[in-house]
């Protein structure tokens, strides 16, 4: 059987062509499956009856099961999910204003990138999630919340999605198809901690959708000691790879920085940040480190006044900086504390 959430459009017209089945039907069955959010192929009424049968005895239609929801009093909500194959993944529903809301999801369970602030990163790398597996969180909390208009997605849940590439695609491509759920590729941010390959593939395989990379520091010898991955693509490799990245019109590069008492929030930071972004369409999005379990003592959050500043010094000089609230952090939903606690 297969998944059909893991299909793209054109998977799936490949294959129902070899039943006979004509290419519209492929555009019905995605409206019939991602529109009206039908769970059963006999709901499909626009299809011939031989032709549901095909699709029943070929194809599963698959949901995560729900474990549970955590809702703080921001109104964000953590969704705890059990795959099929009994892991669990985590999916945050946030709240923005004017009514519209922002869905974090996941791509792995775990991550194999070890950086040292985030509890993903010390749960160790499990698995890649299917095209499926990563569609079906947005499917779930959409319906869940009766969502009608498109919600922002970010690919800044559990794992590294340039890490789990073609599957991450290919969730991309159903997200955005026409006949499905027809999410913008303005409403749609691939974070990563700077897979370049992934960048680079990126640019080709999927342009037009906002990029935000996870940098944390703008001196390579201090993000070696933070992000491992630092050690094979350095920051100078970062960039160069962002000089020619199709975004969306209007739209600026993402760079996360997350703040740490006494480790990147200094004069010497501040310096190296101007030297690195002044000339490039960037946006810095300073997040309160979140305490968690996981976290060492050498790791601990700046306090409110230093970010302040901080940022201030940076506007003063150019720079469009902003300040992330920290919502869901008493439910561990929030940047950098996803990682799965069923106990
Ligand atoms: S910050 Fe992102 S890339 Fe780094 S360990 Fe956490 S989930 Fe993985």
Redesign the pocket.
């Known amino acids: 059987m297969i998944d059909i959430f893991s299909l793209t459009k054109d998977d799936l017209k490949n294959i129902i062509a070899e039943h006979k089945m004509e290419n519209y039907r492929a555009n019905q069955i995605f409206s019939f499956l991602y529109k009206r959010g039908v769970d059963n192929f006999d709901d499909i009424y626009v299809l011939k009856k031989e032709q549901r049968e095909y699709l029943k005895s070929h194809f599963s239609i698959t949901r995560p099961s729900l474990k549970t929801i955590s809702t703080t009093d921001d109104g964000t909500k953590k969704y705890l999910f059990q795959l099929k194959s009994l892991e669990h993944i985590e999916s945050v529903l946030i709240p923005m204003r004017d009514d519209k809301f922002t869905i974090c999801i996941s791509t792995q369970v775990g ?1 194999k ?3 040292k602030f ?1 509890a ?2 010390k749960m160790g790398f499990k698995k890649n999630l299917t095209a499926a597996e990563i569609v079906s969180q947005v499917m779930f909390i959409m319906q869940d919340n009766n969502l009608k208009n498109s919600p922002n997605i970010v690919y800044m849940g ?3 999605p340039l890490d789990n590439y073609d599957n991450t695609i290919k969730s991309l491509k159903i997200l955005t198809d026409p006949d499905g759920l027809n999410i913008s590729r303005r409403r749609i941010t691939i974070s990563t ?1 700077g897979i370049v390959d992934g960048i680079n593939k990126l640019k080709t395989d999927f342009p037009n959708i906002n990029i935000a990379i ?1 940098l944390h520091t703008a001196i390579n010898a201090k993000r070696d000691k933070i ?1 491992p991955i630092n050690r094979r693509y350095n920051i100078n490799d970062i960039m160069q790879s962002l000089k020619d990245f199709p975004l969306p019109r209007r739209k600026r590069i993402t760079f996360e920085y997350v703040m740490i008492k006494g480790f990147n929030d200094t004069k010497e930071d501040e310096k190296a940040l101007l030297k690195l972004l002044s000339h490039q369409k960037s946006k810095l999005n300073l997040i309160l480190l979140n305490k968690h379990e996981f976290l060492n003592d050498n790791i601990q959050p700046s306090d409110l006044e230093s970010i302040n500043s901080f940022a201030e010094h940076l506007r003063k000089k150019g720079m469009f900086v902003t300040i992330r609230d920290s919502k869901g952090s008493s439910i561990n939903a929030a940047c ?1 504390m996803l990682a799965v606690r069923t106990s």
Do not use: I, Q, V
């Open positions: 991550c990138m070890n950086c985030c993903t990163g559990m794992g590294e901690c996870s992000m950098g």
